[in-house]
């Protein structure tokens, strides 16, 4: 380095307070970084007419991002292999991206709702969600149950069939987001699927009984929960009778589980009457995008 250039004291004075803008004018911009006002990016189109941002040490500029400092700021220039002297003007248009891309937080996508279809057995709860699972507008989940399949069931389509054995390790490996007891038989809504749906923004359907839908609420205050209610409770009781799948026994059972069930409406969020199929299916659809 020469020998400094000699200032007269006027000039002096001038340099010094031009310094002083230059700190002031950097606090400033820091602060507005650091209330994220402003971005990299903004800070980095700035230093284009901005001849003290522009000078600016990009260190500097990336310690008063809220969160980074002295340390992580080090850490990550080092990473991005930009000099720690390197001034905003002075970066590479690499690295310009590199910086960037770094503290641009990736928009998250919104979650998926989740709905849960409950109501009395027989009031056509899985003919709802067998015409939303062909229509594709929303994920429809697809429970495992001890179950035997009814003839025209489909593994993997209508239930996951599992043995009581093989039920019982999923429990014991909580793979289930909720599971209940039925009319002699265990159900469960696999958790892991209806997880991903969710964090990939689809809106997902549980077809299950109340007492599910109550352990859903618990944990996941957010689900949404519909009770399909029959037109009358005489179209449910022949409903019922003429389920030529079920024994008699069975469909007793369920008759007298249904009076249960229909009493406990009022803990649900919204109530739909099964009047049609396709105005339940579109009340759904509805549903799952506002
Ligand atoms: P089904 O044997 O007629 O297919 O179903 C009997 C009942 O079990 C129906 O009320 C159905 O909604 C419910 N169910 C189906 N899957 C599940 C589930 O994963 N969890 C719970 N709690 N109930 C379910």
Redesign the pocket.
Known sequence: MGAPPFLTPEQRARALAKAKESRKARASLKLRVKNQELSIADVIRLSSEDEVIAKMRVLELVESIPGVGKIRAKAILERLQISLTRRIMGLGRHQIEALTKEFTIPKATQRGKLLVL?GP?GVG??TVAKALRSSSALHVSV???T?KPRFNEVEGID?HFLSPEEFEEAVARNEFL???E??G?R???PRRAVEDALDAGESVL????I??ARQVKEKMPDAILIFLEPPTWEELVSRLEGRGTDSPERRAARLSLAQEEMAAASFFDKVLINEEVEKVVASLIELASV
């Open positions: 409950s057995g709860k899985s429970s495992a149950t179950r239930y909720e599971w209940a039925f009319a038989n159900y469960g809504t549980l077809e299950i009984e007492s599910g």
